[in-house]
């Protein structure tokens, strides 16, 4: 029913900045919960950041806590990721999510986007 497509991954230098876009379709966009979460290289998918309906609540995980900035555009059916002094470590494939509810996101994510890969290296 609804389709997530990422868009904005690449290679970026160690304390460089990166903005990452979701686009969702084939849903009432403001109502879900969306987010993100990454997959390293040979490591498990983990919780990067999530953002209520209304844009209101955000949260973060700790690895990403003040560089990282989460935002959408219900107008536009887009989510964002403004991702600031990256570091190698954040070097992964991004996945856009979207949930039924903001405080269970991290556990209740109902459709995924294929993924966009953010290379962090000099």
């Known amino acids: 029913q609804v389709q997530l497509v990422e868009s904005g991954g690449g290679l970026v230098q160690p304390g460089g900045s990166l903005r990452l876009s979701c686009l969702a379709s084939?849903?009432?966009?403001?109502?879900?919960?969306m987010g993100w979460f990454r997959q390293a290289p040979g490591k498990e998918r983990e919780f990067v950041s999530a953002?209520?309906?209304?844009?209101?609540?955000?949260n973060y995980a700790d690895s990403v806590k003040g560089r990282f900035t989460i935002s959408r555009d219900n107008a536009k059916n887009t989510m964002y990721l403004q991702m600031n002094s990256l570091k190698p470590e954040d070097t992964a494939v991004y996945y856009c999510?979207?949930?039924?509810?903001?405080?269970?996101?991290?556990?209740?994510?109902?459709?995924w986007g294929e993924g966009t890969l953010i290379t962090v290296s000099s």
């Open positions: 999510a979207a949930g039924p509810n903001y405080y269970s996101f991290r556990r209740a994510v109902e459709y």
């Open positions: 084939g849903g009432t966009f403001s109502s879900y919960a």
């Open positions: 953002i209520s309906g209304a844009g209101t609540l955000t």
